[in-house]
């Protein structure tokens, strides 16, 4: 497995006239990768997975491992709340190519805990490849609770979490609970900072759509325990952070990537709405102090 540890870039889909475009993707790899990046994910939240078709998911999974060809691990998003369409989809990231998954708690279902590791479980004696488990009760309704992710952390395919809950507290109990070698990743770039001072490895980010750098910086900073450049990385993006959230994202991300001509287009698919003026005032002021635009 390679290793998995620093800036995870969630990638956005860029879409034209309501399809993938798959030029700007191209485009937007090279960036992230000449800027540092140390690993990306397609098709996550921020991908807009939820109204991909199969068909779309799978090709832009195909396309990012191909384009990124072995030069950085590509985790892909492969979540479902259908277990047998998470196993479909995890089956085909395999075959891709991909380095490992990323699979998020059955969203709208509201399983019991004991409904997460089964399902969890089952994606797991599918398909051999690493498992990246994916906490975002803000999005999924259902909080999987640290007790849980320790029992799946005994499955040997079951290596890592993206814990976007938000809750320092959960993200130390996690790390209290689960064996040395399993990776916490914050699901937040608010909290990347703080998880990794408690012991975090990384965190996937959304920022790093348009500062893939800096945030690549920042996470060495941290994980080499040179926390004075690390802070100051943290407060040099954290207008930027809240601005990608002042909207329902991805919208901010899109924006912000092709005011700064990464992406031919800013489209979203719906139900996602393109940003209104006091949302976009605000992301062009905080682009404008990083230089951004």
Not at 105 to 113: A, D, F, I, L
Not at 192 to 197: E, G, I, Q, T
């Amino acid at each position: 497995m390679k290793p998995i540890f620093g800036a995870i870039t969630a990638l956005v889909t860029p879409m034209q006239n309501g399809r993938v475009d798959e030029k700007s993707l191209i485009d937007l790899i090279e960036f992230q990768i000449a800027s540092g990046i140390h690993a990306l994910l397609p098709c996550g939240t921020t991908g807009e997975s939820a109204t991909l078709s199969f068909e779309e998911h799978k090709g832009v999974i195909d396309l990012c491992v191909q384009t990124v060809a072995g030069r950085v691990p590509v985790i892909a998003g492969t979540g479902a709340n259908n277990t047998l369409e998470a196993i479909e989809l995890t089956e085909s990231a395999k075959k891709s190519g991909a380095d490992a998954v990323l699979s998020v708690t059955p969203y709208y279902n509201k399983p019991s805990q004991e409904g997460l590791y089964q399902h969890f479980a089952a994606i797991a004696r599918a398909v051999d490849i690493p498992i990246v488990l994916y906490n975002v009760p803000g999005r999924t309704g259902i909080n999987m609770l640290p007790a849980t992710v320790a029992r799946l952390a005994e499955i040997p395919q079951v290596v890592a979490i993206k814990e976007a809950s938000g809750n320092l507290s959960q993200i130390s109990e996690l790390l209290l609970c689960c064996p040395r070698d399993f990776i916490v990743l914050s699901g937040d770039d608010f909290t990347a900072l703080p998880s990794v001072y408690l012991g975090a490895k990384g965190v996937i980010s959304v920022v790093s759509n348009l500062e893939p750098g800096k945030m690549a910086k920042l996470m060495d900073a941290a994980l080499k325990g040179n926390m004075p450049e690390a802070n100051r990385l943290h407060f040099e993006l954290f207008h930027l952070m809240g601005a990608m959230f002042c909207y329902p994202s991805p919208a901010p991300a899109k924006k912000g990537l092709e005011l700064m001509g990464r992406i031919a287009s800013a489209d979203l698919r719906l139900p996602m709405t393109t940003m209104d003026e006091p949302a976009l005032a605000r992301l062009e002021k905080d682009m404008r102090e990083l230089g951004l635009i």
